[in-house]
């Protein structure tokens, strides 16, 4: 070790409300550094959700800086690397999992090479695929237009087109390349001694862009080195699918551009960044609407079609059929069809076809209702509407069992409700530790099995749903392999941190890390978010209509009319969660603003129940949850 340092790694984690993710990360940590002369630096940008109290209670040795606002990544990293006496620098994200020979693997590297500047490593999401981040070329121009407009994504293992992420080099041997990711960089003291900190002008992305830039511009070489591996979950904040990181990445480019990049390259670049994030915005939204309606457009096409045949049948009977139901009777009773099997479910995937027919049976029953308080001259035949139902029933078993067989993919049936879960383990005690997270956080589950690690590869793993390690049982050098070399797109991987009660993995490379702890998911799945709108918008427009009567029952007429219409508007909801609840359980998932909230079906003011109030309002969300509470408040819809 360099006798000017005192420590051989510094290792420096900025933290912002991902507590959990955190915990795992600085337990990966500590094993990493048993065998090192090492000091941990946790930033944390003024988090809500307890990361400071559990680093306390459970990381005391680690240095912990509390900042009283979000200064950003690179300034927070930057307070750090300043009180920092390491040899090594490492730049680590949060929602990271290292091997416990990372460090010494990417340590023993840059000792041996000299003019190494900066390393990072071979990453991996939380199902055990490559993460082409790890290694990247600098945003040029031709580099940055091939990367915005797509065809770096076309021709992925092109030398020219795929420059972003340098797509023609394997990603299982070492590289000298550009620009590494900051989820992982090491960089040498003495090399930031002479580059400088992180330019605080990047409050998230492009600092390592920019890090890497600088340290070439040095004479360093940057490397990419797949002798080791590391998780990245990946926050929200950086989902691909998500505006904001296009908005917010594009930007940290331009930032890049005009700081490095002579003057008449700055322009073109900076011109072809804003038409590209327009051109992707549009683009984006685009998608969306093909994606959410070609299937039900198509199946009311079909339906259509089909109810247009069945008045063959009163043809062949000489029964002349009335042309208004032609012209608008059949459109109707098809829309009807379609909304309700939506807002059943019938088109979350994976697709359900029990769900298709309950919704048709509701529709089939909301146009009875319908039929029956038109005039005598306006009705034609029950009839129709019966062999109309059983038509749609049909036309959905028919698609949908030609989408599960010949199209497959995003459109096979889900043929079971429960899910199967593996854990692999060794000890008994351990194993129903896990099981018991299992059973508390998921609903439906058919099947817990045990797996030893011995047994593993002799295992049918792809005939799981999700497969659980235990950190305690197994290395997490050993649970990335094993992530890495079964790849299963229908299996998710989760992981059971030693003596917690909360699992964490990751479904796919486009979504945020998740993690069982409670399932609070329910209030916000699809289906439970179309009822509680559905709700919504039917209360409000009955209370809207009978204003005049229940008005004189409030105080302020002005403010209940006024909450009224912003729900019927889709802008609040009748119950939600305020806002002090969001800043201090981060847990709890987002939906509208309530004029109503949980604890409003008691009478109560400690904040422990209150708390707990909200969590099973999340937990166990119903519409009747929602009834009940207005029953015992609809006294303060006024407020």
Known sequence: MNLKYRYKISIVIVNYNVEFFLNQCLSSVQKAIKDLSAEVFIVDNKSMDGSVKMIKKKYPKFNLIENKKNVGFSKANNQAIKLANGEYILLLNPDTVIEEDTLIKTIDFMDKKPRSGAVGVKMIDGKGNFLPESKRSFPKPSVAFYKIFGLSSLFPKSRKFGQYHLGHLSEFKNHEVDVLSGAFMLIRKRTIEKVGLLDE????????????????????????????????????????????????????????????????????????????????????????????????????????FGLYLLTNYWKISNIEFPINLIKYSIPIYSLIWIYTIYFKGGYDYPLKIFKTIKGTLIGTIIILIFYAVLPKNLQFSRLFIFLGSLWVISYYLISRAFLHFIVGKKYKLQIKESKSFAIVCSEDKEYNRIKDIIKKTNTNISIIDKIELELFFNTKNNSYDEIIFSSKNISYK??????????????????????????????????????????????????????????????????????????????????YFENMIMIFLGRLSFVGFSEKIYKKDVRIPKIKPGILYPENIISVTNNSIIEKLNLLYARDYSVKKDISILI????????
């Open 632 to 639: 015992k408040g609809w006294k303060k819809l006024d407020k």
């Open 201 to 304: 002008m990047f409050f998230m992305y492009g600092e390592d862009i920019d890090m890497s830039y600088r340290i070439k511009l040095k004479g360093y070489k940057n490397y990419y080195i797949s002798d080791t591996k590391i998780i990245h979950y990946k926050g929200e904040s950086t989902k691909k699918s998500s505006v904001n990181y296009v908005f917010v990445f594009y930007r940290a480019m331009i930032i890049f551009a005009k700081k490095h990049m002579p003057n008449k390259n700055v322009f073109f670049l900076n011109l072809s960044i804003n038409l590209a994030i327009y051109f992707r915005a549009f683009i984006a939204v685009l998608k969306r609407i093909i994606k959410l309606s070609f299937l039900p457009i198509i199946d009311c096409l079909y339906i259509i």
């Open 478 to 559: 050993k649970i990335i392999e094993l992530m890495s070399l079964c790849k299963f797109k229908h299996v998710d991987y989760k992981i059971a941190p030693e003596s917690e009660n909360f699992l964490i993995g990751s479904n796919s490379i486009d979504t945020g890390g998740d993690l069982y702890l409670l399932n609070l998911n329910i209030l916000t799945s699809k289906e439970n978010k179309r009822k509680k709108r559905l709700f919504d918008l039917l209360l409000s427009l009955t209370a809207i209509i009978i204003s005049p009567f229940i008005l004189w029952f409030y105080k302020n007429k002005k403010i």
